[in-house]
């Protein structure tokens, strides 16, 4: 078997390569892809400085079983799934990091799964509370779901935070309350202020910016939060003795891998594809959190339930063999969603 495959061959350069493919090992399952996400800010990253070369990206595909590895339960082939798998027409994944999709949700849709989940962690580390205001930092892909997500657990009001105004816009058609430039900085203080308690309960910070933290910090109010979950390589600087102190603060980082992937998983090889150093195994006791398994199975819920939208969130989609042209761009791109094609 055969298959065609994204691969980062040297810092900025992506290829379509040919590679063969073996059955499934025991425990994995073959997907023959229909569609895969391109998610911008991360694969922004690997594309300037990958671990090691050839890398293979990608984590959010979907498609059809086409094989079925010995021991692996609860999948047959023909099943239609959601995984978090590189980019391919015919994938190999282990089948704990694959889900079935509910009827009534396309694959265009279930394909955010994963980013999505990213989203769906930022916003339990919030802790809303029914009525608490909620600003969200960053507008883009992933912050566009996780305002979403934000307005379903009971926030109130959503605020959302960018530097472009059609993202602001459509921020606001999905359910934010307000939205500010981020230029904007006395209108989002002023808006802030007036507020109970004079600032936000919580800040989800989804921009990059590492001007952002310090902001959010000024921004929350007295014992609130504020959840640091976007990618930024150059870091952070925060003042952790001034104004975080005096008020009381919480910081929390949402990586997505820093939690269990399931409450059962005593130890698990890391996906080929993902860097050794970003995966985190283990089982974890009195968790509550949640996991990224059960995250990523909730976000295909809510999809189904109509719950949150991301068919807006689509930029772009192109077929298989314009994927390396995509990514050329993709430095210089503002897309949100671009998918890649792998059938006709």
Known sequence: MRSSVIAFTAPGRAELLDRAIEPPEPGRILI??????????????????????????????????????????????????????????????????????????????????????????????????????????????IGLIATQIARCAGAVPVIGVDLDRKRLDLALAL??????????????????????????AATIELSGAPVMIDRAIGLTRRRGRVVAASLNPAGYKVDLYGEAWMKGLSLVGAYFNSRPWRLDTVEMAPPTNWPLRSYR??????????????????????????????????????????????????????????????KP
């Open 281 to 342: 195994g283990g089982r974890f006791e009195g968790n509550d959190i949640g996991t990224s398994a059960g995250d990523s199975a909730l976000l295909l819920d809510l999809l189904a339930h109509g719950r949150i939208k991301v068919a807006p969130l689509v930029s772009e989609a192109v077929d298989a063999k314009e994927a390396p042209a995509l990514f050329d761009r993709l430095p210089r791109s503002e897309f949100l969603g671009a998918l890649i094609r792998w």
């Open 175 to 200: 359910g934010a309350d307000f939205v500010f430039e981020a230029g904007d900085e006395q209108g989002l203080a002023g808006a802030a202020a007036a507020l109970a308690g004079g600032g936000v």
């Open 32 to 141: 023959e892809a229909e569609l895969s996400l391109i998610s911008a800010g991360t694969e922004r990253t690997l594309l300037k400085q990958a671990p090691d070369y050839p890398f293979f990206p990608g984590y959010s595909l979907v498609g059809h079983v086409a094989a079925v590895g010995e021991g692996v339960t609860g999948f047959a082939v023909g099943d239609r799934v959601a995984a978090s798998a590189s980019h391919g027409s015919l994938v190999a994944c282990d089948a704990d990091l694959a889900f079935p999709i509910p009827d009534g949700v396309s694959s265009q849709d279930a394909a955010f799964f994963t980013v999505g989940a990213t989203a769906l962690y930022a916003v339990r580390l919030a802790q809303i509370a029914m009525g608490d205001p909620v600003l969200v930092a960053g507008q883009g892909l």
